[in-house]
């Protein structure tokens, strides 16, 4: 997998983000397109070998579309400068934990775990780490979860303790997090070399095992 065109393509259109431009370039967003969705089978191959909950998925439809939704943003432009892809048990990591795999000009990245759950699922996820914190813990403290990610991404947070939550909790920064993930970024040296699909694989294996604890929270 040659992801030069692709990369190339994302970096033309952060300099030409505009619709008259995009449609001239149309032909060449269809040939990327199919190439980011080529990708996605083979890395989709390298998850079923340690997550057979995507079995049931297709990956050339978990993409997210390029096109923005400027409905509610100041930021107008169009078109995105990335392209993504979600893989969860039933889609694209909506209301469940998953991988996420993000390809753009110097700002590429693999994330995993759980997004922005809803309430109560978020409710779940702090009971279970309460109750169950020295597995938290096991998985977090991992040397090679650790060597990777370094921790949980707190992007995301409570200014104060959550409802329920003693503010005191020895725990307590991991529980005022709003999403629970992970996230490795890759330089586009390596997201050009030849065992990129392979690298990125072994990365979403060492997400496993978190997304498993965030599963079993919320069933």
Do not use: C
């Not at 759950?117 to 109750?131: C, M």
């Not at 409570?158 to 490795?184: C, M, Q, R, W």
Request: proline share 5%.
């Amino acid at each position: 997998m040659d992801f030069t065109s692709i990369l190339a393509f994302l970096k033309a259109i952060a300099k030409n983000n505009n619709r008259e431009w995009f449609e001239k370039n149309k032909p060449r967003y269809l040939v990327v397109k199919t190439q980011f969705e080529d990708f996605l089978v083979s890395f989709h191959q390298g998850l079923l070998k340690f997550d057979d909950s995507l079995g049931n998925i297709n990956p050339r439809k978990q993409a997210f579309r390029i096109y923005r939704d400027v409905r509610f943003s100041k930021d107008k432009r169009p078109y995105k400068v990335n392209m993504g892809a979600g893989f969860s048990a039933h889609g694209k990591m909506e209301q469940e934990p998953g991988y996420y795999i993000h390809i753009e000009p110097g700002k590429s990245f693999i994330a995993g775990g759980f997004y922005m759950p809803n309430p109560e699922n978020l409710a779940r996820i702090r009971q279970e780490i309460d109750y169950n914190t020295k597995d938290f813990l096991k998985i977090l403290n991992d040397k090679k979860f650790k060597n990777v990610f370094g921790g949980l991404d707190e992007f995301d947070k409570l200014k104060t303790a959550p409802k329920g939550y003693a503010k005191d909790h020895p725990h307590l920064e991991i529980l005022k997090n709003k999403s629970f993930i992970v996230t490795h970024a890759f330089p586009d040296k390596e997201v050009l070399a030849r065992d990129f699909v392979k690298r990125a694989t072994e990365t979403a294996r060492l997400i496993k095992p978190l997304n498993d604890f965030l599963l079993q929270a919320i069933s």
